[in-house]
């Protein structure tokens, strides 16, 4: 019902920022009102994929202990578009990030697996 394209990756040194979007296209309806929350994931090579932070309909946020403090979720329900600001990134949040939409309900950060819409995902390096 709706397809995610993720943007705005790249490298960094550490302390810098970084602002990923990601935009959404499909049905209007699924759009604005089918999917219950968004998401950001990463996934480092050999390790599991990492819930970064969620957006629900209401507007409530979560965020990974890891990032919380540093990064901030928001959309804009006029451009249909999620947004993941990064800031004082550490080499540690170097990884591939994804943009998920879950219609669920259920809107489990710790369960990537319950979100069934994916972008491609974007690439974020962060040297020392």
């Known amino acids: 019902q709706v397809q995610l394209a993720e943007s705005g990756g790249g490298s960094v040194q550490s302390g810098g920022s970084l602002r990923l979007s990601c935009a959404a296209s499909?049905?209007?309806?699924?759009?604005?009102?089918?999917?219950?929350?968004m998401a950001w994931f990463r996934q480092v090579p050999g390790k599991e994929r990492e819930g970064v932070a969620l957006i629900d309909k209401g507007g409530s946020t979560r965020y990974a202990d890891s990032v919380k403090g540093r990064f901030t979720i928001s959309q804009d329900n006029a451009k249909n578009t999620l947004y993941l600001q990064m800031n004082s990134l550490k080499p540690e949040d170097t990884a591939m990030y994804y943009c998920?939409?879950?219609?669920?309900?259920?809107?489990?950060?710790?369960?990537?697996?319950?979100?069934?819409?994916w972008g491609q995902g974007t690439r974020v390096t962060v040297s020392s």
């Open positions: 499909g049905h209007t309806y699924a759009i604005y009102y089918a999917m219950d929350c």
């Open positions: 998920a939409a879950d219609p669920s309900g259920n809107c489990f950060l710790e369960r990537p697996s319950s979100f069934p819409y």
